[in-house]
Structures are given as C-alpha cells and as structure tokens.
C-alpha cells in the first residue's frame, strides 16, 4: 500500500521516538559518536538532509570542520554541549540555533555533561562538496557518492 501524502510528511514526536537509532562514528574522530534518527530521506527529501541527532556524555558531534559547498544548521532541544566555532567555544542548551553557511566557520560540539544532548540537525546536499578539517590539516571530497581525502602538505597549488 503506498505511503499517504501525510505519512510521508508528518513526523510526530511519538513516531520520531519510535525510530532506530543508528551510531554513526566520525570516520577521522573516533571518540565522534551520534546516535541518529534520519528523517529527510523518509520524507523523500533529496536536496536537504534532515536528521534528530543525540550526543552521549563524554562524545563529541564531529571532526572541527567547515564545507565549501553544503550550509548546515542544528537546533538544541534538550540536554547542553560545548560548541566550538573557529577558536571560540560557547555553551548551547535548548532552543539555542546554529548556523553555518558555505565556507563558513569550522564547527564542531561535545558533550561534556551528565545528560544526553538531543538536537535537530540539517543541511544542504550539493552534487559535489569540499570538507576542510583545520586541526588535522585535511581536506576531504565528496563527489559521485564517493568519498576521499588528502592531507595539506600533499596539495599541490595550480
């Protein structure tokens, strides 16, 4: 039977609860760890990732990372992290929004508290997209669906 225009776009709170977590570990920070629930691709969104995204104590949410091609934001809803954008670190808790455009700063949060850190996280999906990770001089490509990455003193200017 096929889906109804309203289960495929309505997402409540019991329904979004009920969904697997996956982990997903960072594949260049290992101590990287988000148990995700992925929503976008249920809603047939192609262009935009939507995901609700919770940190455990102790984990943090990424590689330091900004992209050349893809805008990202994340909004807390429950529990507090550390964030750190550029140099700076700020504390976040709940209705607090994130923004990061194309190029922006290098980003990243942990989560150094007792609670779990629970947030809503999305962002755009270009065809192909260029992740710089300033703390370990590497720079990683997305294209085709595949991804690979070189460290800074192997880039070579033309």
């Given amino acids: ?11 409540s709170k019991a329904r979004i609860a009920a969904m697997e977590e996956r982990a997903h570990t960072h594949q260049f920070n290992e101590n990287a760890v988000r148990m995700t629930r992925t ?3 249920l809603a047939g969104l192609t262009d935009m990732g939507l ?3 919770r940190i455990e104590p102790g984990r943090e949410t990424t590689e330091h990372h900004y992209h050349g091609q893809d805008e990202e934001f994340l909004m807390i809803l429950s529990g507090r ?3 750190f954008i550029g140099e700076e670190k700020v504390e976040v808790a709940p209705g607090d ?4 455009p194309k190029n922006g700063p290098a980003h990243s949060m942990r989560n150094p508290f007792e609670d779990d850190l629970v947030y809503l996280m999305g962002g755009t ?3 192909v997209d ?3 990770y300033p703390r370990l001089s590497r720079t990683m490509i997305r294209a085709d669906g595949e991804k690979k990455y070189v460290d800074a003193p192997h880039l070579k200017k033309v």
């Avoid at 039977?1 to 997402?11: A, I, V």
């Avoid at 929004?97 to 990061?100: D, E, G, T």
Wanted: glycine residues 6%; negative net charge.
């Fill in 39 to 41: 929503l976008g691709d």
């Fill in 97 to 100: 929004v994130l923004l990061f």
């Fill in 1 to 11: 039977m096929p889906e109804s225009d309203l289960d495929r776009c309505y997402f």
């Fill in 130 to 132: 260029v992740c710089t």
């Fill in 51 to 53: 995901h609700m995204v």
């Fill in 81 to 83: 992290g550390e964030a």
């Fill in 125 to 127: 999906r270009a065809e």
